[in-house]
């Protein structure tokens, strides 16, 4: 049974989404602020206006709400990296497209999690992450190595570029203020400028 009207109100924004998702998205924001081991299966069933015991008739445990959070962060990056390549055959503007993919994600908060609470996941979970985190590095690695086969790029260690990039695209969720003066299509276009410098094209 689900909780009173008074408890689902307070999941405000999530009640218009399925079940799935609005504990999937609530679970994501309590890993974000409270961390993986701070965050209860209670904390969550509160945050998505459930009664405890009914949430496991949708997830069987903490490890999974992580998997799933994980996962959705990882496939969302993918779909919007091989969009990003599909676009055309310039280094270039896929350069531009993967950048503006990355930071301009529906949750990019959850960004974080992949370096804070990764290492909690169980190995046979971490595997299926990991896995994906290599295709996504294989995506950037395949237009960088165009862009030098071309001569639109000049570096000299494409992986290295490749983890140099992501740092630095990764880091901005630490600092960027959603209230400020610049939108994450301000940075977006800022950076791909910046990564285009720093790839000497």
């Known amino acids: 049974m689900e909780a009173p009207l008074g408890k689902r109100v307070r999941a405000s924004g999530l009640s218009k989404q399925s079940t799935k998702s609005r504990i999937t998205i609530g679970a994501g924001d309590l890993f974000v602020r409270s961390g993986f081991h701070g965050t209860s299966m209670r904390d969550v069933a509160d945050r998505v206006g459930l009664r405890a015991s009914s949430l496991y008739r949708h997830v069987k445990s903490k490890q999974e709400l992580l998997l799933r959070v994980l996962e959705r962060l990882m496939n969302e990056a993918l779909g919007g990296a091989r969009l990003a390549l599909a676009e055309g055959d310039d280094p270039r503007e896929c350069v531009r497209g993967l950048v503006r993919a990355n930071i301009c994600l529906v949750r990019p908060n959850e960004t974080a999690l992949l370096q804070s609470e990764l290492k909690n996941l169980a190995p046979r979970y971490r595997r299926e992450i990991i896995r994906m985190q290599d295709e996504y590095r294989r995506l950037w690695l395949s237009i960088l190595e165009k862009g030098i086969a071309q001569n ?3 570096v000299d260690d494409p992986k290295l570029a490749f983890f140099g990039i992501i740092g630095a695209l990764n880091y901005i969720e630490h600092w960027f203020n959603p209230s400020g003066k610049l939108s994450r299509d ?14 000497g094209a």
């Open 186 to 199: 301000d940075l977006a276009e800022i950076f791909s400028r910046w990564v285009l410098r720093s790839l």
């Open 152 to 154: 639109v790029f000049k």
